[in-house]
């Protein structure tokens, strides 16, 4: 297939296998313009809103902030900094609800805004951006945040070093998925920005070409990313078919370049890069104002919402604070969706945060979106492999992770899996497959990282014993050569000679010689009783009568019997 990608050029085009063609229910959110929001009372910042460590809370309760400031960050190489939405005072940091499938919390930063949204000094702009280091712009990404805002989050900085040349840049601006419509609003209203980010991205990777990549049902996006084009850039604006899922990011390369990104590999590996329209427009926002990550643009939709639309939305906004102000609920929905129907998940509650991650908001009714019926046995029908876009075998694949038969599972590459949900909504059994699959990825993950800790600890292990008998050998080695010297030395030792013993003879009578005449001397010294009172005379001369009377017993009793 060739479709027009820029004035007078054509572009060749694959396809891939499976996807469908779903409705897209897109015009429930489009008929508005992008809106802005008021400012709750309080906003819950999550620590962690990316895949890597979690960031850490560098500031205080009762302390006040300013918009854009960081409140949160990591040493640790893959993570992303967290920065204040607004100005005003943290309240505490606590453990909060968080958007996640399991309805478990996190460590959040509580903020109640101020009303001022008064901006901490940000960095200077880095205007000419094309004199620029890749690594200060990579620092600059880093600095301000910034994830995939596809709903990946894996910290851009890194994604942006892939250590290999890159001939392909790849905008993606399909947005597959049904309902959500945050990127082609963007796109509409704010093209200058998404093409001023693709032009940084591409001097930062040195590309050879840039594509932008967005669906023919939007072609207001596309007329607007079209009129933003200059002649001497090497870079595309291309019209793709309107196929789910076409927006990820595997699915999209092939479209794009006819390339099969390898299993458990990544693009750099071909010589491509995919980043989000979002993330493109925030990495212009950072490094042309400086402005971190703050707000993200967000779909609020579906007959259960009053007013559906897109909204520009801080982090940390409440889900029911945003929906409120989308004019609150109405026609009883039934559910509450992070995310498009096909890939988001049940929320338990609407007290959960906007986070960088988060692009739509779905509320459908029971009429709209039916509860799935109770699954039944499989058939065999293999409809889920004709769909599957990553070329799997679904069936096989449930079976194993039923049986909770991890390794066997692994091996029909569960990890290319990107949970699409293709397999599951043509399943005629109503097997919820994607959820079983994910169950084995995260037992996958579990086993992996008890793997890495029992080997961590075997080599702790291991390394303590080498360290206990080296000592050991050590101390050996000192008492053997200590018995050796011990036993060279009288060996050593010459043995004395005639004079040597004449000598130390004549030392000994020396010796007792002086002895002799000091004890000769000191009986021979007279008292001095000159200087004696009478008393001390009488009590010499008294213990002199005792001695002397002692020394006559003596010698009686020494006398022979007659």
């Known amino acids: 297939m060739y479709v027009e990608s820029k004035k007078g050029k054509t572009r060749e085009l694959w396809s891939f296998h499976g996807g469908l063609h779903l409705p897209d229910h897109k015009e429930v959110s489009l008929h508005s313009p992008l809106q802005s929001v008021t400012l709750p009372k309080r906003?819950?910042?999550?620590?962690?809103?990316?895949?890597?460590?979690?960031?850490?809370?560098?500031?205080?309760?009762?302390?006040?902030?300013?918009?854009?400031?960081?409140?949160?960050?990591?040493?640790?190489?893959?993570?992303?900094?967290?920065?204040?939405?607004?100005?005003?005072?943290?309240?505490?940091?606590?453990?909060?609800?968080?958007?996640?499938?399991?309805?478990?919390?996190?460590?959040?930063?509580?903020?109640?805004?101020?009303?001022?949204?008064?901006?901490?000094?940000?960095?200077?702009p880095i205007s000419d951006y094309r004199q620029a280091s890749a690594d200060t712009l990579r620092q600059r990404?880093?600095?301000?945040?910034?994830?995939?805002?596809?709903?990946?989050?894996?910290?851009?900085?890194?994604?942006?070093?892939?250590?290999?040349?890159?001939?392909?840049?790849?905008?993606?601006?399909?947005?597959?998925?049904?309902?959500?419509?945050?990127?082609?609003?963007?796109?509409?209203?704010?093209?200058?920005?998404v093409m001023d980010g693709a032009r940084i991205l591409q001097h930062l990777l040195q590309s050879e070409v840039c594509l932008i990549a967005i669906e023919d049902n939007k072609p207001e996006a596309i007329l607007a990313m079209f009129d933003e084009l200059r002649q001497e850039e090497n870079i595309e604006v291309v019209r793709i078919p309107t196929v789910?899922?076409?927006?990820?990011?595997?699915?999209?390369?092939?479209?794009?370049?006819?390339?099969?990104?390898?299993?458990?590999?990544?693009p750099a590996q071909i010589g491509t890069i995919c980043h989000n329209v979002a993330t493109t427009a925030a990495i212009a926002d950072a490094v042309l104002q400086g402005r971190p990550?703050?707000?993200?643009?967000?779909?609020?939709?579906?007959?259960?919402?009053?007013?559906?639309g897109n909204y520009e939305v801080p982090i940390g906004m409440l889900a029911s604070d945003l929906i409120e102000q989308a004019?609150?609920?109405?026609?009883?929905?039934?559910?509450?969706?992070?995310?498009?129907?096909?890939?988001?998940?049940?929320?338990?509650?609407?007290r959960v945060p906007i986070t960088k991650g988060s692009n739509c908001i779905l509320c459908p009714t029971a009429e709209e979106a039916p509860r799935p019926e109770p699954a039944q046995a499989c058939i065999r029908c293999g409809r889920c492999a004709d769909v599957c876009p990553a070329h799997l075998l679904p069936q096989q694949m449930y079976w194993h992770s039923?049986?909770?038969?991890?390794?066997?599972?692994?091996?029909?590459?569960?990890?290319?899996?990107?949970?699409?949900?293709?397999?599951s909504h043509v399943c005629p059994s109503h097997i919820p497959l994607v959820h079983y699959f994910r169950y084995a990825k995260a037992e996958s993950w579990a086993l992996e990282q008890e793997r890495r800790e029992s080997?961590?600890?075997?080599?702790?292990?291991?390394?303590?014993v080498a360290r206990l008998e080296r000592l050991e050998a050590e101390r050996k080695a000192r008492l053997r050569k200590k018995k050796e010297n011990l036993k060279a030395k009288p060996a050593a030792k010459k043995p004395p000679t005639k004079d040597d013993k004449e000598s130390k003879q004549a030392a000994?009578?020396?010796?007792?010689?002086?002895?002799?005449?000091?004890?000769?001397?000191?009986?021979?010294?007279?008292?001095?009783?000159?200087?004696?009172?009478?008393?001390?005379?009488?009590?010499?001369?008294?213990?002199?009568?005792?001695?002397?009377?002692?020394?006559?017993?003596?010698?009686?009793?020494?006398?022979?019997?007659?």
């Open 293 to 308: 990550l703050v707000s993200r643009l967000v779909t609020v939709t579906g007959e259960g919402i009053k007013n559906p």
């Open 508 to 562: 000994i009578q020396a010796a007792m010689k002086r002895a002799a005449e000091k004890k000769a001397k000191q009986s021979q010294t007279p008292k001095n009783t000159e200087n004696l009172t009478a008393a001390q005379q009488a009590q010499i001369e008294a213990v002199d009568e005792r001695r002397k009377t002692a020394t006559k017993v003596r010698e009686n009793h020494s006398e022979p019997p007659a």
């Open 43 to 124: 906003l819950v910042v999550p620590l962690q809103q990316h895949i890597g460590v979690t960031a850490q809370a560098c500031v205080k309760p009762g302390e006040r902030v300013l918009k854009g400031q960081l409140i949160a960050d990591s040493a640790a190489p893959v993570t992303a900094p967290l920065h204040a939405p607004t100005s005003g005072s943290v309240i505490e940091i606590v453990e909060h609800a968080i958007p996640h499938p399991s309805g478990l919390s996190g460590h959040c930063i509580v903020i109640e805004p101020d009303g001022e949204d008064s901006w901490v000094e940000l960095p200077p």
């Open 141 to 193: 990404i880093r600095e301000s945040g910034i994830v995939g805002m596809g709903g990946a989050t894996f910290p851009s900085a890194i994604k942006l070093n892939p250590g290999k040349p890159i001939k392909t840049l790849i905008i993606n601006g399909a947005e597959c998925e049904p309902y959500i419509t945050c990127d082609d609003r963007l796109m509409r209203d704010q093209a200058a920005k």
């Open 455 to 464: 080997e961590h600890a075997k080599q702790r292990h291991d390394f303590r």
């Open 327 to 350: 004019g609150g609920y109405q026609n009883n929905p039934q559910q509450l969706i992070l995310g498009g129907p096909m890939m988001g998940f049940d929320l338990s509650t609407d």
């Open 244 to 266: 789910y899922p076409s927006g990820g990011e595997k699915q999209l390369i092939h479209i794009l370049t006819g390339q099969e990104v390898p299993t458990s590999g990544l």
């Open 402 to 423: 039923r049986a909770k038969d991890l390794e066997k599972v692994q091996d029909y590459n569960l990890f290319d899996c990107i949970e699409c949900g293709c397999c």
